[in-house]
């Protein structure tokens, strides 16, 4: 069983969490399941970047990117050669260290976090 190590996040998860997760499992759900609230204005539908993530170790184990997530990763603040839209991934059988950035880009929000 795959374990997903939350790097800690100041108002998210201060204290990083690790948390088990099956293959097949969806990345924000897992997050939102732990009581880690990642934004997510779209709701999961791959229409904002809100959910925005950098996986530090095991993202080869991710499904592939789709042409979709990467024209909305474009638009992600602070991104990095290893973000990903949470809700865009389906965990398999590898471990994975995940970070929360610190700010997102919520245009429905009277503030960014």
């Known amino acids: 069983m795959p374990k997903v190590i939350f790097l800690p996040h100041e108002t998210l998860c201060p204290e990083g969490m690790v948390v088990d997760a099956a293959a097949g499992d969806n990345l924000l759900e897992v997050a939102l399941e732990a009581g880690i609230e990642i934004e997510h204005a779209c709701d999961g539908s791959c229409a904002c970047t809100t959910c ?58 009277e503030e960014n976090h």
């Open 52 to 109: 925005h993530c950098i996986i530090r170790e095991g993202g080869d184990s991710l499904n592939e990117t789709t042409d979709q997530e990467d024209d909305m990763l474009d638009k992600a603040w602070g991104l990095e050669v290893d973000s990903r839209l949470s809700c865009q991934c389906q965990i398999a059988d590898e471990d994975l260290v995940v970070e929360i950035p610190k700010y997102t880009i919520n245009h429905a929000r």
